[in-house]
């Protein structure tokens, strides 16, 4: 009685235990951890805000995509790879909000655990939507939250990047990263990043940005770094204060239009309180020419990158050419309210373009009539044909002439 009480008893904890967050990946308690922190640098400034277009946004909303103060990178992703035990996943990286607030993603990165989740709540008092679309990720959701205070939560079974947009907005757009272990982190507006109690090992460190990819050359304790689409090795020691830089150099702003060009370069937003950093604070002016595209959007492991342009490694970042004055020429346009350029990139198959003002999220109610109209002609078509085709006595005219009897209007008597 008592065995079976217990053997009960285990059953029923198999069964509803707590799911186990970060596939193969162990909480231990870690002792004698170290710190990786560092900066990460973008040699290009860019607009602090992005013309909107929507009257529900107003004229411009802020600039999510790539946030740049003083050279500074804001919400680049840093995060080892291959920690097999290590700290406990934080309640906050479990169960994670997503606010679409003023028509921006808030944050612009959600980190999520393994096998955790993610409210997605509307803020604003227009219809906002969230869409995902990663096979490799099992993910597939393309939803509206139609009013404001609307949620939805999704959970998010397999690590790995993947970008998340809004399909009543082009210009919304953020990204997600669910992570394999807790040694995940976002930078700051001051671009600064640390990682604590890291336990002796060795991993890799990926500095990853959802629109610039992996084109960082990253240095650890002043040493300049391959990145390869893995991420870069890293040896871990006991106690140990690790300091990883990372320079991104090309790229531009794909997609979104600057409003206005005397609001171009650094400094436009203020930056949020600064973490202690041996770094001095790099000078950077903005470097207009672009020669290189980006190749972001794609997920880091399809591409095999080789040696980054040796760029100027974390504190001295791109060496700077003439001042601001011009906006960056390759920006392009996406939800501007001018009649002029279509709208390109941006979007995969999913979305419905219209009229180059954006994307329509639902299916469009307006065509219910015509289908309704179009439905009686190829009934008024088949009747006589079936009539002219003198199908007299078969089964299908038995059929039809005992359907047609059951529909009352049909069959009334004058
Ligand atoms: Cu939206």
Redesign the pocket.
């Known amino acids: 009685m008592l065995r079976n009480g217990i053997v009960a008893t285990s059953l029923a904890c198999a069964l509803f235990a707590v799911p186990a967050f970060g596939k193969g990946y162990k909480e231990i308690e870690v002792k004698n951890g170290s710190v990786i922190r560092g900066t990460v640098t973008y040699g290009k400034a860019q607009p602090a805000v992005i013309t909107a277009g929507q009257p529900e946004c107003g004229p411009t909303v802020d600039n999510p995509n790539i946030t740049v103060i003083n050279g500074r990178l804001a919400n680049a992703v840093v995060l080892l790879t291959g920690v097999k035990k290590g700290k406990a996943f934080l309640e906050s990286q479990k169960k994670v909000l997503s606010d ?1 607030k003023k ?1 921006v993603f808030n944050p612009h990165v959600a980190l999520v655990a393994e096998k955790g989740s993610i409210t997605f709540r509307n803020s604003d008092p227009a219809m ?2 969230v869409k995902v679309s990663n096979p490799t990720m099992r993910l597939n959701f393309n939803e509206g939250l139609a009013k404001q205070g609307d949620t939805m939560t999704k959970s998010f079974p397999k690590a790995g990047k993947t970008r998340m947009e ?1 399909a ?2 082009s210009f ?1 757009r953020a990204h997600i990263v669910v992570m394999e272990n807790p040694y995940a982190t976002v930078t700051d507006g001051n671009g600064h990043f640390v990682l604590t109690d890291v336990p002796p090992g060795k991993y890799k460190i990926e500095v990853w940005h959802g629109d610039l990819g992996l084109e960082a050359v990253v240095s650890v304790d002043g040493k300049d770094k391959d990145q390869s689409p893995s991420g870069t090795k890293i040896k871990v020691g006991k106690n140990d204060d690790i300091i990883v830089n990372a320079a991104f150099a090309g790229g531009t702003l794909k997609g979104l239009t600057p409003p206005d060009p005397a609001k171009f370069g650094s400094g436009e937003a203020p930056a949020p309180a600064a973490k202690p950093d041996a770094k001095p604070e790099p000078k950077v002016e903005p470097a207009p020419t672009a020669k290189k595209e980006p190749k972001a959007k794609k997920e880091p492991k399809a591409k095999k990158e080789p040696k980054a342009k040796k760029a100027a490694p974390a504190p001295e970042p791109a060496p700077t050419p003439a001042p601001v004055a011009t906006p960056a020429p390759t920006v392009v346009q996406v939800a501007a309210p001018t009649p002029a350029a279509p709208a390109p990139a941006a979007h995969d198959g999913h979305s419905k373009k219209v009229d180059g003002k954006g994307v329509k999220p639902f299916a469009d109610r307006s065509a219910l009539p015509k289908l309704l109209i179009l439905l009686i002609i190829l009934g008024g078509l088949v009747t006589p044909a079936i009539g002219y085709f003198g199908i007299h006595d078969s089964p299908l005219r038995a059929m039809i002439c005992k359907a047609t009897e059951k529909i009352p209007f049909l069959n009334k008597k004058s």
Do not use: E, P
Request: aromatic share 0%; with cysteine.
């Open positions: 679409q028509c906002h939507n809004c009543a907005h919304m």
